[in-house]
């Protein structure tokens, strides 16, 4: 491991490579689960967890959550 590591091109392109699967991952599981989902911890991701609690409760926020994090201690799972 070193600092500023994505000046190689290599780790650079890996790194958006990741990115841009992390981000068609998480459009495909709120697609599947009818509601858009949001990265991060922010209200976004509160509110959007709100919805997925409103449509299918604590079983389904589970299979899109992280259940020990604050957000969904926050949305009442």
């Not at 091109?9 to 509601?35: E, T």
């Amino acid at each position: 491991m070193r600092t500023r590591a994505e000046d190689n091109p290599a780790v650079a392109a890996a790194s958006i490579l990741a990115r841009a699967a992390f981000l068609a991952g998480l459009k495909r599981l709120g697609d599947g689960i009818g509601v858009a989902l949001a990265k991060g911890a922010g209200p976004p991701a509160d509110q959007a967890a709100r919805r997925v609690l409103a449509r299918g409760g604590p079983a389904l926020l589970a299979r899109v959550a992280k259940m020990h994090f604050r957000n969904t201690q926050k949305v009442g799972a």
